[in-house]
């Protein structure tokens, strides 16, 4: 609950300073398309009207299961007091399975499902969809679950930096076949607008740490649980304590490559 | 539909003998526990008779898609000729929405979502599942969509090595913050009766190649309409024609790490 509040406290500094950009496709070939199909959305340029659908977004949220956006977004229409009833809200995706979508006022909710690569998916449509849809002054924010590091539970961590396992600021993008190294720093910005949100509602623990991003939930991160585990307790323990001296607070699944996108494509983004 | 049918032929030859093993779990602490919690499919050995809910399973079918996993229990159902409707077949995972899972006689339909994290996670606690069900003899397959290299579109793909975006077989796992290189070489006998089923149908062809898994849609894959993309179409044709040259048929997301777990945990697994 702690981040819906927080973020809605967040809702009517819409127009501050730092958010005043477009989204920026980095595609030189993208204007020159016809027909711009959002596959994983089941959207397209020519099917839908973009600028109308979307053109009034302000914030997009994003987060790994369908039916927490779903509930998400039904807690935002209740909270802006909008028309209709909260139960009624159509899914926008409804065409594909691969990610759900709901429309809340300037509020859009998405589901990413888990890891980099599906998150990345997401955020490759999402981009283009903001593009063609001419929006302005969005801020992104993804709201997930995480696995918290010397924190009390339920402490939300909000992103400085993401780092991969080896506690680095860097997200490594293979692009036909070669290595491309991109930066996976948050804007500080939006982050610390929300903590002194958080600060004030005082009810939700919040702090400002790295987060580091694995590519599996059980070897990775060193769970002992998995179908495969070659390591020890007193192992596990040495590596989540190297991890805390390096700032990681949380660990998760998808961040570095939101993150890097974020920066590239000049979209203010921030990390829950 | 030609995968559907090509598995139906096959499902009357469950004895084979290279098939007659158990599944490996490779981790010492997991029969120490007091419960075992499969977090994503909502399932624990302790709220659970695994071993009844389980315990004949001899085929697991994994695709990408929640839709078209169900549609094909759905299938599977009406051609076995079970009883009861196939519409009704319920959702074992329905308590949760990270994966889907149809249990339909022998047969076991279960989604992964897309990407190399999100299927691990599936495979980990799919692994686990079999162990605490004492399944024997089975056989994993992953039905999928996929993008063809240099063959008509509609043909099957059984894939002989899983490769990585240099066309290596192999796969890096990340334990504990250091590189693990694991072998992501497939089960060649299912492969080659896979392939003797799907030429005594005719209708679908069928090859065997190698599948080139890579970690995103869009700068990975060569595609030219993603919110970034730095390369020429020539660039693409170049690295597309390098990967044919490698043995490259067709290009996804999940084949590596399908394959080399399927390998350290000495399963059959056959991926199309």
Redesign the interface.
């Known amino acids: 609950m702690a981040l819906p509040v927080i973020l809605l406290n967040c809702i009517g500094n819409e127009h501050k300073d730092y958010i005043k950009q477009q989204v920026q496709?980095?595609?030189?070939?993208?204007d020159t398309?016809e027909e711009?199909?959002l596959y994983?959305f089941s959207l397209s340029t020519k099917t839908h009207n973009l600028p109308e659908m979307f053109g009034d977004t302000k914030f997009v949220c994003v987060g790994g299961?369908?039916?927490r956006m779903r509930a998400f977004a039904q807690f935002m229409h209740h909270e802006m007091k909008l028309t209709g009833t909260p139960e009624d809200i159509r899914d926008i995706c409804e065409a594909t399975?691969?990610y759900c979508m709901y429309k809340v006022g300037p509020v859009l909710s998405i589901s990413h499902?888990?890891?980099?690569?599906?998150i990345?998916?997401m955020?490759?449509?999402l981009?283009?969809l903001l593009?063609h849809a001419q929006c302005r002054d969005v801020v992104l924010f993804r709201l997930g679950t995480s696995g918290g590091v010397g924190l009390a539970p339920g402490t939300v961590v909000i992103t400085d930096k993401a780092v991969d396992?080896?506690f680095r600021p860097r997200f490594e993008?293979?692009?036909?076949?070669k290595v491309i190294i991109r930066s996976t720093e948050l804007d500080e910005g939006v982050a610390k607008e929300l903590l002194q949100c958080s600060n004030e509602l005082q009810n939700f623990p919040t702090v400002i740490g790295n987060t580091m991003c694995?590519?599996?939930?059980?070897?990775?991160q060193?769970r002992?649980?998995?179908?495969?585990?070659?390591?020890s307790h007193e192992?596990?323990l040495e590596?989540l304590r190297?991890a805390y001296e390096a700032g990681v607070r949380n660990i998760e699944?998808e961040s570095t490559?939101f993150a890097s996108?974020c920066r590239?494509?000049g979209l203010k983004g921030v990390y829950l």
Chains 1, 2 share one sequence.
């Open positions: 496709i980095k595609n030189p070939y993208l398309m711009d199909i994983h299961s369908a039916n399975d691969r499902g888990m890891g980099v690569p599906s990345s998916i955020m490759h449509e981009i283009k593009h396992y080896s993008q293979v692009v036909l076949g694995t590519h599996d939930f059980y070897e990775g060193g002992l649980d998995g179908a495969l585990c070659s390591f192992e596990k590596y190297k699944m490559v996108m590239v494509c």
